[in-house]
């Protein structure tokens, strides 16, 4: 197996600086899916920046309007913290479903975003939470939403000698609830065949929908928006039939394939099953009809 250079920078400066000044070079998180890539020669980095001695990007911090969670915060950090228990508790059911306890230990969270992999579990309810990422680089901090992130199949936004820091989830509306529900052939330790999140902000009266957010994942090069489908509900009283019109426009925005584990058909279909459960929890979790 090829056995790059390994640079331990403390800082997110240095880190920066090590990327950028070294060809070849490939930032190092928690390496459930690096250490693979290499092993199978996917990824043949000539040095790895290791991140894990950079306190500034661990941890989950209360901002003014929300929480920033450093890019290098695990799964099992993710599913122990109070603070997105009591704001965004999707996160927790989400994250106790992420591969095995020892892959939640390792795993991090934004070296699941930056595999970039169709088919990763924390895009899609990030997603629906209108998450936004914080990146640094040689030319300074810039911030950008998840949605405009994802370029490709394994291809994100990031540019020479940047590295994404943090993940910012706003604070959460009043009357505001969101689920998730993914297809897997076992229970545990499987990547989505299909995917779907869905969040929902209700009008006081408990059955208008003001504002819809669907997300898609493993039925697209990228995990996505499904802006039409929002459209669908958003300004009309949440209803079954409009579930089920709000979910069929969504499964007619995926972009599937036919591979070994399912056919583009079956994806899409699963689709539209999968955003109608995620719409109907939401909507109930936001107090809908009460």
């Known amino acids: 197996m090829l056995r790059p ?10 880190a920066v600086a090590a990327l950028k000044c070294r060809r070849g070079a490939m930032p190092l998180a928690g390496a459930t899916d690096l250490i693979p890539a290499i092993r199978k020669g996917l990824a043949k980095p000539t040095a790895l920046v290791n991140l894990k ?3 500034d990007l661990s941890g989950i911090r209360r901002v003014r309007n929300g ?3 450093g890019a290098m915060t695990t799964i099992a950090d993710l599913l122990k913290d109070p603070t997105l228990a009591e704001g ?5 059911e989400v994250g106790r479903d992420f591969g095995s306890p020892q892959i939640r230990s390792m795993a991090t969270i934004g070296g699941n975003l930056c595999s970039a992999l169709p088919s990763a579990d924390l895009p899609p309810p990030l997603l629906a939470f209108d998450a936004r990422v914080r990146i640094a680089g040689p030319k300074g901090t810039r911030e950008m939403p998840l949605a405009e992130f994802f370029m490709s199949a394994g291809k994100t936004a990031l540019k020479g000698g940047e590295i994404l820091t ?3 989830l706003p604070k959460p509306a009043a009357r505001a609830g969101a689920a998730s529900e993914k297809l897997t052939v076992r229970q545990a330790m499987d990547l989505p065949i299909a995917a779907a999140a869905a969040a929902i902000t209700l009008a006081p009266n408990g059955k208008t929908c003001r504002k819809a957010r669907i997300a898609l994942g493993a039925v697209a090069p990228t995990p996505m928006r499904a802006m039409k ?3 669908v509900l958003e300004g009309q009283a949440v209803t079954p039939d409009l579930i089920a019109l709000a979910a069929a426009a969504a499964a ?3 972009k599937p394939i036919s591979d070994l584990r399912a056919s583009a058909e079956y994806r899409r279909e699963m689709t539209a099953v999968l955003v109608r459960r995620s719409l109907e929890s939401a909507f109930a979790r936001a107090g809908g009809g009460r």
């Open 67 to 69: 929480v920033s969670i």
């Open 53 to 55: 001695r950079i306190p």
């Open 5 to 14: 250079e390994m640079v331990e920078p403390g800082t997110i400066e240095e």
């Open 252 to 254: 007619a925005e995926a």
């Open 88 to 92: 965004w508790p999707l996160l927790i």
């Open 166 to 168: 943090a993940v910012i």
């Open 229 to 231: 489908a929002e459209r």
